[in-house]
Structure formats: structure tokens, C-alpha cells
């Protein structure tokens, strides 16, 4: 049985939710902040503590088998990677982001201005293709003061709340990419079944997170209208009370519709509902 190899960031925005779904998946491994390497106790994988901007190229190199990088990171480097399953956080915006009362109105506007950036190959294909030619200057760091020093008429950097950006007297001006954690493999891993189960795993631990377990008490002459409501992983499971012609319904409602599902059983007769959340979820 073949050891994998997954790498994960080491420090920043997405190492703890990176951990935590590891651990969520059931793996075992110790403290690894005195470390480059963890080994998993109970599963055939090392964990790798990387820089994000490595994290492409080492899996595409096969120096790791698997990795969890944001997209953005991905589309940077143009590694040559697959795509496993999009993980649901780290979710964030690259834009483009100009001075507050600065002259620049539309996109035609940055013709021939100077942009600063850590993602210079995202910006200039997105420039490419709006027929758009600025001066694209490279730093690292905090891009956020290129326009304060006079360095640059604009920048393009990852938002996430845009508090950043209005400390330093900037706006958001025109988004640019979506993006987010993704689960990447080696082109040539993909078929191993350890990879196949560690991604069951994961995908077992996204359905549950964005799902709810309900139970709920209903008339059988209300039954079908809060049946109707509930599709359930695959249909309710029904259960018979003590009391006659009443029965308690289990089901599982999506997060993203709770609260308008919970309104409409409750206008459809559903009394004593219960919500949970769910652990795992394996289909």
C-alpha cells in the first residue's frame, strides 16, 4: 500500500480549515507546527506544510500526490493538475482596486495606467482579453500601498472583505476571479484507490456540513403535504407515535433552504421540530 503524499499550506488564511477537514475525516497525526511532515496514524498519508505558491508545482512534479490550494494560486502558476473537489471555503475575490476619487471610470480607462500585483499572469490574461494594455508591475507583499506611493494607478489583489482596501483609500473596480480551496491530484494518482477513499471521506464530511438532520411530529391527514417538503438523502423515514394518527418523520434539509423549509412545514402541520447537526454523510 503506497504512502500519499498531501500538501497543505503551512501558515495563512487556509491552514486551519485544511487541517480541520482532515481531521473531520477521521485522520489521526500529530502537532505539526515543529514540523514540514506529519504522518497520518491511522491512514497511508504524509501531510506537507508548505508555501501556497509551491503547492501547484509540487503536485504536479508528483513530490506530492495530492494538495488543498486556493484556485487562484492554481490558475497563477498554471500548474498542471486535476481537479478533485472544490472544499467550500477559502472562498474569496481577486479585483482590481483603484483609489477613492480617482479619474479611472471604465475598464478602457487603465489603458496605458500601472497596475501592482502578486498575480501578474491572472491580471494580464484578464487585460488580454478585454483588448487592454496597462503597465503590469509585479511586487510582493502588501500591494494594497502601491497607489499611496505614487507606485502604481491601481492594483489587483485577492478581496475578501474589502477592509483592507478602505484603510488604504482604496475601492473595488472591476472583479476580475472567484475562488476558492480546491482538492487537486497528480495526473497520474488518479486511479489509486487510497485517493479514491480519501476523497469519499471528504465529500462525506462537504454533504453533512451543508445539510440538516430534522425530526419532526405530523398528522397523518397532513403526512403527504410535509412529505412533499422533504426529498430526504432518498425519501423521510416514517415512524409511527403512541399517539394515534400521528406519526414522526426523519428527513435531512439542505442548509442553504432551512429556513424557508422549516416556515413552510410549519404551515404544512409540522409540530416539534428538531434540528441537528449531521457528522458524516456517505452515499
Not at 138 to 155: K, Y
Request: glycine share 8%.
Amino acid at each position: 500500500m503506497k504512502t500519499l503524499k498531501i500538501a497543505i499550506q503551512k501558515s495563512g488564511r487556509l491552514n486551519e480549515k485544511s487541517v480541520e477537514i482532515l481531521k473531520n475525516c477521521g485522520l489521526s497525526f500529530e502537532n505539526y507546527k515543529s514540523s514540514l511532515i506529519s504522518t497520518v496514524q491511522n491512514f497511508p498519508l504524509e501531510i506537507l506544510f508548505l508555501r501556497d505558491d509551491d503547492i501547484p508545482e509540487y503536485v504536479q512534479d508528483g513530490i506530492a500526490d495530492l494538495g488543498i490550494v486556493g484556485e487562484n494560486v492554481i490558475t497563477e502558476t498554471k500548474a498542471g493538475v486535476e481537479y478533485l473537489q472544490r472544499l467550500g471555503f477559502g472562498k474569496c475575490t481577486l479585483k482590481i482596486a483603484i483609489q477613492t476619487g480617482s479619474n479611472i471610470e471604465k475598464l478602457e480607462d487603465l489603458n496605458g495606467k500601472a497596475i501592482a500585483t502578486s498575480y501578474p499572469v491572472i491580471l494580464e490574461k484578464f487585460l488580454t482579453e478585454k483588448g487592454i494594455k496597462s503597465d503590469i508591475r509585479t511586487i510582493s507583499g502588501s500591494v494594497e500601498i502601491g497607489p499611496g506611493l505614487g507606485l502604481s494607478d491601481a492594483i489587483f489583489d485577492i478581496v475578501s472583505t474589502g477592509g483592507t482596501l478602505k484603510s488604504n483609500g482604496l475601492k473595488p473596480f472591476a472583479d476580475v476571479m472567484s475562488s476558492e480551496a480546491v482538492l487537486i491530484g497528480n495526473k497520474s494518482i488518479l486511479d489509486n484507490p487510497e485517493v479514491a477513499e480519501l476523497l469519499q471521506r471528504i465529500r462525506s464530511v462537504l454533504s453533512a456540513k451543508s445539510n440538516k438532520y430534522v425530526v419532526l411530529n405530523v398528522s397523518k391527514d397532513n403526512l403527504q403535504k410535509v412529505v412533499d417538503l422533504l426529498p430526504g438523502v432518498k425519501s423521510p423515514t416514517i415512524v409511527p407515535l403512541f399517539e394515534e394518527n400521528w406519526v414522526a418523520v426523519h428527513s435531512v434539509i439542505a442548509e442553504e433552504d432551512f429556513w424557508d423549509k422549516i416556515n413552510s412545514l410549519k404551515a404544512a402541520g409540522a409540530e416539534g421540530i428538531l434540528v441537528m447537526p449531521i457528522e458524516k454523510i456517505i452515499t
